[in-house]
């Protein structure tokens, strides 16, 4: 069975500083992992995906996630953080024998402050 | 340009009564999810297909069906509302075979009185 571990539910951050959200997975094949953000009253948009090419993705929004097997992580940044970065963020994991299913994270609240 | 639409967005109830959540996609992706959020439990996956005439049960599948009829529509519907299914409803969309991104619609905010 896979899982998704977000650690914090709540970070927060002043503008200009270092953002870091963690997410860490539990599978037992290859994972295909996803970072999605979600905006006040909005859908979810996804972010950047890993797909097993690159370890280091670049996503939208000058974010990117360094996947580390080692350390079953896929740890999102970014190095300066700005007022409209403020939203929730999910990560999720899927693979090969999940049928295209998803498995999210409960989610971690980005605050960013003046 | 491609889109995935819900409808509506807010919905109001009285326990007891049928609803009908749609969901339009215009990719032609074949495979429909739907997702309540609920605070504290991030995103549930309730029902999904991946073509015409299929349908599987999610997680939380219990009081709820979905029916595909076509490429383009996966409406959920909520047999006899209750208030444990106040919620906020996501239908999402993905090509299917190796690329397992989803997409997903703006939301459908579901209160039952």
């Known amino acids: 069975a896979q899982s998704v571990t977000q650690l914090g539910s709540h970070v927060s951050v002043s503008e200009g500083a270092l953002v870091l959200l963690r997410c860490n997975y539990s599978?037992?094949?290859?994972?295909?992992l996803f970072w999605y953000v979600q905006y006040p009253n909005q859908g979810l948009q996804l972010l950047l995906k890993y797909t097993s090419a690159a370890t280091l993705v670049k996503g939208i929004n000058g974010f990117e996630a360094e996947f580390k097997k080692s350390e079953t992580s896929f740890h999102l940044t970014k190095p300066s953080a700005h007022m409209s970065d403020a939203a929730e963020y999910f990560c999720a994991v899927s693979a090969d024998n999940q049928g295209g299913k998803l498995i999210f994270g409960q989610g971690t609240e980005l605050s960013v402050k003046p | 340009d491609a889109e995935i639409t819900q409808s509506p967005r807010h919905k109001i109830t009285e326990t007891g009564r049928q609803v009908t959540l749609a969901c339009h996609q215009t990719?032609?992706?074949?495979?429909m999810f739907w997702y309540r959020q609920d605070l504290g439990h991030g995103l549930r996956l309730i029902h999904y297909s991946y073509g015409v005439q299929d349908t599987n049960k999610g997680e939380v599948s219990d009081g709820y069906s979905v029916s595909r009829s076509n490429t383009e529509d996966l409406p959920l519907t909520l047999e006899s509302a209750a208030s444990s299914q106040t919620s906020v409803y996501f239908c999402?969309?993905?090509?299917?075979?190796?690329?397992?991104?989803?997409?997903f619609g703006p939301g459908t905010r579901l209160t039952v009185t």
């Open positions: 599978s037992s094949v290859p994972p295909y």
């Open positions: 999402a969309s993905s090509p299917g075979g190796s690329s397992y991104e989803q997409y």
């Open positions: 990719w032609n992706h074949n495979n």
